[in-house]
C-alpha cells in the first residue's frame, strides 16, 4: 500500500473548519483514501473514503486532488470532541491486490481549542 | 452493546508471565485483525483471520505471540513469557467481508487492551 505523509499536528478553534492535509504521492489506480480517528484511550473510528471523487458524508468531507496525490479531511464546523488523532490510509480495497489490514502511519494529532 | 467487544482492558503482568487477550467481534464478521499500539505511536498490524483460518501472521513480532479463532467467532491473543517490549495497547477489529476480490469493508475497532509488564 502507498505510504501517507500528514503533519504531526494541528490546531484549531472550536467552531471553525478543521482542514487536514494528506499527501499520497505514490497512490496507485485502485487504491482508495481512507480517513480513520482516534480519540483518546479508544480505538480508531472509521470516517469517510473515496477513490477520485468529493465525498461527504454526516461526519466530514473529503477532498481528493484530480492527479489523487493528495487529499484534505474537512470537519467543518469543529467541537471539543473531534480532539484526536487523524490517520490517513491508502488501499486497494477491490480485487486481489486489495490489502487486508491497513497501515497505519503517525497520523495528525488535532487539538480543538475553545 | 453491538460493538467490538475485549477484555481485560487493563492487565498488568510480570516478565515472564504469560497473558490471554479476547476479542468479541461485531456478530457476522467474517476478517477479524490484532493490531498493537504502542505509547504514541499509530496501531501495528499483527494478524489477520478470516472466519477461522488466520490467513496473514506476518506482523506477529515473535514466537511468543499466538493467535487464534477456532469457531470462526471470538479470537484470542496469547503471549508467552511477557517482556516489557510488549507493553501497548492490543486493538481488535472486524469488518464483515472477507478478503480476496470483494471489499474488505470498513474495520470496526474495539476499545483495546491495554498490557503493562513489569
Known amino acids: 500500500d502507498a505510504k501517507t505523509t500528514q503533519p504531526p499536528s494541528m490546531d484549531c478553534a472550536e467552531g471553525r473548519a478543521a482542514n487536514l492535509p494528506c499527501n499520497h504521492s505514490?497512490?496507485?489506480?485502485?487504491?482508495?483514501v481512507y480517513w480513520y480517528r482516534q480519540i483518546h484511550s479508544q480505538g480508531p473510528q472509521y470516517i469517510i473514503h473515496g477513490l477520485k471523487n468529493n465525498e461527504t458524508n454526516e461526519m466530514a468531507s473529503l477532498i481528493i486532488t484530480e492527479d489523487r496525490k493528495s487529499s484534505t479531511l474537512i470537519l467543518p464546523h469543529a467541537t471539543l470532541r473531534d480532539t484526536a488523532v487523524y490517520y490517513c490510509?491508502?488501499?486497494?480495497?477491490?480485487?486481489?491486490?486489495?490489502?487486508?489490514?491497513?497501515?497505519f502511519g503517525g497520523g495528525t494529532r488535532l487539538m480543538v481549542k475553545p | 452493546g453491538a460493538g467490538v467487544s475485549q477484555s481485560p482492558r487493563y492487565k498488568v503482568a510480570k516478565r515472564g508471565q504469560d497473558v490471554a487477550l479476547r476479542c468479541d467481534p461485531i456478530s457476522g464478521h467474517v476478517s477479524l485483525f490484532w493490531y498493537q499500539q504502542a505509547l504514541g505511536q499509530g496501531p501495528e498490524f499483527l494478524t489477520y483471520f478470516q472466519n477461522e483460518a488466520q490467513l496473514d501472521k506476518s506482523g506477529l513480532p515473535s514466537d511468543r505471540f499466538f493467535a487464534e479463532r477456532p469457531e470462526g467467532s471470538v479470537s484470542t491473543l496469547k503471549i508467552q513469557r511477557t517482556q516489557q517490549e510488549d507493553s501497548a495497547v492490543y486493538l481488535c477489529a472486524s469488518s464483515l467481508a472477507g478478503s480476496g476480490g470483494a471489499s474488505i469493508g470498513e474495520l470496526f475497532f474495539g476499545e483495546g487492551s491495554r498490557l503493562t509488564v513489569l
Open positions: 490510509i491508502v488501499r486497494a480495497r477491490f480485487g486481489a491486490n486489495a490489502g487486508n489490514m491497513l497501515t
Open positions: 505514490t497512490i496507485s489506480g485502485n487504491e482508495y
